[in-house]
């Protein structure tokens, strides 16, 4: 296995451009259908819009929810790469107030224009997915305690010796997050990476590890719309969350 300090940046890191390029097809094809409409999106039942092939979370102003907001994030990663995204995209708030604004101009010249741009960009898109992964784990390990950082490093590592191991380790940090934020828990409990990792069985290195993590996955996504509140009905995404992990335990 390799050295734990060094294993999750070089595997990151020496992902051809055909893995990274498979990687950001499946990332976008899980959150839209591969579509180029389902780079703009307002999913039902949420306060916000979500854009780009990892449907990025971009409140609007006024709204503070309990998930962590990357738009702003990807579109500071984009300029520093030389991008020059369309002048909607930089706004520091969501331009609509809710999802009856964002329908009614979503065939308008700001969102065609997003959604070209977005279309166009989709390896910046992966690459600022991958870079999200690979900060996720020294956080997840100065989250956790002293004890337990051996055991999830070890589990990051077994996961990541394998192209498919990497993609799902990426998808799911962009999908649910590196849990460790306390806004992002139901009752206390959390479904991100950390917990990902620390519900893992112990098994050895490669697609063991890989189909361990999908199947840790699917624990804590069952866990938390166990523990959701009843009016966000979590329950409708199951099906749909549960197959995405599916595709972790699944070659590249």
């Given at each position: 296995m390799p050295g734990q300090g060094t294993a999750p940046a070089a595997a990151a890191t020496n992902l051809s451009a055909g893995q990274k390029a498979a990687i950001g097809k499946k990332i976008w094809q899980n959150e839209s259908g591969g579509t180029v409409d389902?780079?703009?999106?307002?999913?039902?039942?949420?306060?916000?819009?979500?854009?780009?092939i990892?449907?990025?979370?971009?409140?609007?102003?006024?709204?503070?929810g309990r998930f962590e907001e990357s738009w702003p994030q990807f579109i500071t990663f984009a300029r520093q790469r030389g991008a020059q995204p369309p002048?909607?995209?930089?706004e520091r708030h969501a331009p609509w107030p809710n999802k009856a604004a964002f329908q009614k101009e979503f065939r308008g010249a700001r969102l065609s224009e997003l959604r070209q741009w977005l279309a166009?960009?989709?390896t910046l898109q992966t690459d600022f997915i991958i870079a999200r992964s690979r900060a996720a784990l020294p956080k997840v390990l100065a989250a956790a305690p002293a004890s337990d950082r051996g055991r999830l490093q070890s589990n990051y590592n077994k996961v990541a010796s394998t192209p498919n191991g990497m993609y799902a380790l990426i998808d799911y940090v962009n999908f649910k997050g590196d849990g460790t934020q306390a806004s992002e828990t139901y009752n206390g409990k959390g479904w991100g990476l950390l917990q990902v990792l620390g519900s893992m069985k112990d098994v050895p290195a490669g697609q063991a590890a890989a189909a361990e993590f999908s199947a840790s996955a699917k624990r804590m996504l069952?866990?938390?719309i166990d523990n959701s509140p009843p009016a966000r009905g979590e329950a409708k995404w199951r099906e749909g969350w549960l197959n995405r992990c599916g595709?972790?335990?699944r070659p590249l």
């Open positions: 389902g780079l703009t999106a307002w999913n039902g039942g949420e306060e916000f819009p979500s854009l780009g990892g449907h990025f979370i971009w409140y609007p102003a006024g709204f503070n002048s909607v995209a930089m166009a960009n989709v069952n866990r938390r595709t972790y335990a």
